[in-house]
């Protein structure tokens, strides 16, 4: 099953909503495994050494970092990046959806917007 770090500033109703729907989702928040205030690149090294997406609405920053990670050849297990002023329940279907159509790994240096 895909496993995910939701970004320190990823909307915490999407991440209640997703395990309302699906207890047993593998997502942990930066906050819950000590990386707050950590910078980007850290974030994403985080991931990659744990094999999780990163969960991110910010597609100011990420999106260069976890690119410059794929050009150099390191593990990116991938990022979805998520509009702000998307709907909530269509968030949550979403990544539902990911999660249920996707294999371990298929992600791997990509990055996906949502809404789709």
């Known amino acids: 099953m895909l496993r995910f770090l939701a970004d320190e500033n ?3 109703t999407i991440v209640r909503g997703l395990f309302r729907r699906r ?5 942990v928040r930066v906050q ?3 990386l707050s205030g950590k910078d980007d690149p850290m974030v994403l090294e985080w991931a990659a050494q744990e094999g999780r997406i ?10 260069r970092y976890a ?3 794929v050009r150099q050849g390191q593990p990116m297990p991938g990022v979805v990046e998520i509009s ?3 709907p909530i329940g269509r968030v949550i279907e979403d990544i539902l959806v990911l999660v249920e159509c996707s294999q371990e790994g298929e992600m791997e240096g990509q990055i996906q917007y949502f809404p789709w």
Do not use: E
Not at 23 to 27: F, M, V
Not at 54 to 63: C, E, G, P, S, Y
């Open 10 to 12: 990823f909307d915490n």
């Open 84 to 86: 702000t002023d998307s």
């Open 67 to 69: 690119y410059d990670r």
């Open 32 to 34: 819950d495994v000590g």
């Open 54 to 63: 990163l969960l991110t609405h910010d597609v100011a920053t990420i999106t």
């Open 23 to 27: 207890p047993t989702l593998g997502i």
